[in-house]
Each structure stands twice: as C-alpha cells, then as structure tokens.
C-alpha cells in the first residue's frame, strides 16, 4: 500500500487541504491558526462558524505562557492531548483534579460533580492563570459565578464543553464575561479541541 | 444560576434527548448504544450516518474483554479516556508506545511515524487482541498489511482515525477484512470517538 508516512508532511498536507476548502474564507493570521488546529483535530469545518475568539484572548494567553504558567483542565483527555515538550519549553505545566480522591469523596458528600470540586480548588491556586473546560458544563458555569464575584480572574478561558445538558448555555454565559475566552458555540466542542486550542497557541510561541 | 449538577442526571437526560433528536431511526439494542455514545461524546448526529459496525464485533470484542485482554492504542488521548474502573473489573488493560522513547528513535532513524513503529511492537504482543486507532492511518494501514498476510488476528479493531490525509482511505482498506471491525467512515473519527466505543462496550458488561 502506498501512503504518506512522514508525519510532518502529513500535517503539511493536511493543513493545505483545510485552507483550500475553507475557500474564500480567511481569518486574521493568529486567530486562522487556532481555528484550522480545531478543524484538523475534528475534520468539521463547523468549528469555522462557531469558533468565537475574544479580541484580547491570544495576545493575554501568550503573555502568561510566556512568563510560564499553569493550566488547569476538566478532562484527563484534554490533559493527555497538550504538548509537554512545548509546554516545558516555556515552563508551562497542566493539571487536573478531576481523578483526586479527595476530590471524588468531596463530591459524593455535596452531590455535585467532580468536575465542580476540582475547578474550586484550581480556583484557589494563584498561579493557576489558563482554565481549559472541554468536559463539564458544570465547572464552566462555577468558573463564570466566581468571575461574576471576583474571586478570580483568568488571562484566558477557554471553555468549549461538549454535550447536550447544559454546554451551549454555559457558552452562552462565558460569553457575556468581560475575561479572554475561546469558545464554541453550541453543543460541540471536547477534549480534542480543548487540546488543539492550547497546542495553537504554544505553536504561535515556536 | 440554575442548572442540573448531578452527573448521572445529566446522562440520563443527554441520552433522552439523542434519542429524541435521532426520531423514528432505530438500531439493533447494542450497536445504537455504541452510536448513541459516539453521538454523546461528539454532539455530531452524522456519527448515526457514518459509523458501521461489522456483524461479529460486539460479540467478539465482549468475549475477548470478558476474559480480560489488552488493548492497544495509538493515542495517550484515547488511552485517557476509557474507564480504568471499568477495565480493572474485567481485569482488562490499555497500553499505548507512541510516547516510548525507544519507539522514538526507531521512528526517526527509519523516516517513518512514530505510530507504526508502535503499531509493530504491539502485533507482537499475542495478549494484545483489541487495537484502537483513534490517530494514525499510517498505523491502521499497517495493521491492514500484517492482518493480509496473517501475522495478526484481533478480536476487534476500533478504526476510526481522523483528518484529511490518508484517514478515509485506511477506513476503507478496514472494512474490505475479514476482521471483525468498528470504524466511522470518511474523514471523521478521533481520540474522543474512539474511547468512547470502547467504553460503550465496556458498560454492557455491567
């Protein structure tokens, strides 16, 4: 069988391949750069339509990863999908709470998801700057509450749960926020994109 | 703000409304709760359209989990995303060597992709009977060849790589096996998709 092995070239080619069947659609340089990340992960040109970007989301994202920041994420799969060697590179780190035992116990008591828990306590970390939600519509909507209440102020959020319960509202609401998000609005969006979006960015860093 | 914090609450309604939202179209029992998991995971109602489930696979992949086998991946993403609890229980396990530094070298001295020097190691391993390839064409299309000349024998592949270069086409070299198979057809797929077959099998073994 005959195929591309060569993943750089696969990648090339691939992003070649976007670009041309976005068409006549062009987006400003940095803001195309997340935009066909998110479709090269999903092979939906939907997210060319939904993908909201905030004016000031790229140049705040940039900033705190350039001082090396933390990022706190919903979904161990978000997590498993970002860049180490890139994140490294500019002593950024990623975590997630969501498997914390302590965590889970918590929110067996409160009856409220784990997801919620975790983003309380991520919250509470200073140095904790980037907020990727790519799961929970529960830890976006809290994330909004304690912005609402000052407790927190994010250099960006980037909130694109997925789902049918609650992730379009939840967007919804991140977007009436005077914070830097990344969002997509609707029912789509998830981990991959969760991922692809914070790879974009450390790609813009290269 | 008022929205539903409980999480098996927020399952039970998002399947509702997946069923409502497919209408008058129904599948066999097992394979429509794999769809409608794909669906759940994706927010995508073209997964209904595309995804194809060769006649033997659930009874093979539940018969091989059953015993308690390993499954392979090309994705840490993908590996992140099934459900350990449920996999210990069956005393099932899922391993990836995209990330092995071995695998590493080996892929860069031989121009090739790290996922079919993975691919290679892992049809080496006779416990290995699920493959899941939630990434890499260039590893499905491998797993093609070595499945020809009888070198491998899986319970069930899981094909569902995603993107624009080399995805459909392994899709399609999939399906004309003999093997018993899961894929979505076209350029659609992914890490997220392919966790959640697997763990859509996994949960009708509870």
Do not use: W
């Amino acid at each position: 069988m005959n195929y591309i092995k060569q993943p750089m070239e696969i990648e090339k080619r691939s992003f070649e391949i976007i670009t041309e069947e976005l068409g006549g659609r062009t987006f400003p340089e940095r803001e195309g750069k997340i935009i066909k990340r998110v479709i090269h992960t999903t092979a939906d040109f939907q997210y060319a339509d939904i993908t909201l970007i905030h004016p000031e989301a790229i140049s705040e994202a940039l900033e705190s990863l350039g001082k090396g920041c933390k990022i706190y994420t919903d979904t161990k799969m978000a997590m498993a999908g970002m860049n180490k060697r890139a994140l490294a590179k500019h002593q950024c780190e990623v975590y997630t709470l969501v498997d914390d035992p302590q965590v889970a116990l918590e929110a067996k008591e409160r009856g409220i998801t784990r997801s919620m828990v975790g983003m309380e306590k991520a919250m509470a970390d200073e140095n904790t700057k980037i907020f990727v939600i790519g799961n929970a519509p529960t830890a976006l909507f809290m994330l909004c509450q304690y912005m609402d209440e000052g407790k927190v102020n994010p250099s960006l959020v980037v909130g694109v749960p997925v789902g049918f319960v609650g992730a379009s509202e939840s967007k919804e609401e991140l977007i009436t926020k005077s914070v830097p998000y990344i969002t997509t609005r609707g029912r789509k969006g998830g981990s991959t994109v969760a991922a692809a979006i914070i790879n974009a960015l450390l790609y813009m860093m290269e």
